[in-house]
């Protein structure tokens, strides 16, 4: 989505940005609710939000016992990080 609300300085004055070599040489950003980036953590259902120019990637999961389910171990917040910067590439 395109949020023009979405400015990099309002959600590091929070501490919720992210500091991720990936993101800053892909002249993006992130952030997390309550500013708790774990890279090996497992997606959960805050997750991480990735930002270029103002459009936003949001990737989360939920469900019940949803880290139980070894499958999806490797689903980290780190991997969302990539996996957002890759749809934001396919959307320029």
């Given at each position: 989505?395109?949020?023009?609300?979405?400015?990099?300085?309002?959600?590091?004055?929070?501490?919720?940005?992210?500091?991720?070599?990936?993101?800053a040489?892909?002249?993006?950003?992130?952030?997390?609710?309550?500013?708790?980036?774990?890279?090996?953590?497992?997606?959960?259902?805050?997750?991480?939000?990735?930002?270029?120019?103002?459009t936003?990637?949001?990737?989360?999961?939920?469900?019940?016992?949803?880290?139980?389910?070894?499958?999806?171990?490797?689903l980290?917040?780190?991997?969302?990080?990539g996996?957002?910067?890759?749809?934001?590439?396919?959307?320029?």
């Open positions: 989505m395109r949020d023009p609300s979405l400015i990099e300085q309002d959600y590091d004055d929070l501490g919720w940005t992210i500091d991720d070599p990936p993101l040489a892909d002249d993006a950003w992130a952030l997390t609710a309550g500013g708790q980036y774990d890279p090996a953590a497992q997606v959960n259902i805050t997750s991480v939000q990735v930002v270029r120019d103002r936003v990637v949001v990737i989360t999961s939920g469900g019940v016992a949803l880290q139980d389910v070894p499958e999806l171990a490797a980290t917040q780190g991997w969302v990080v996996a957002g910067l890759s749809v934001l590439d396919l959307m320029r």
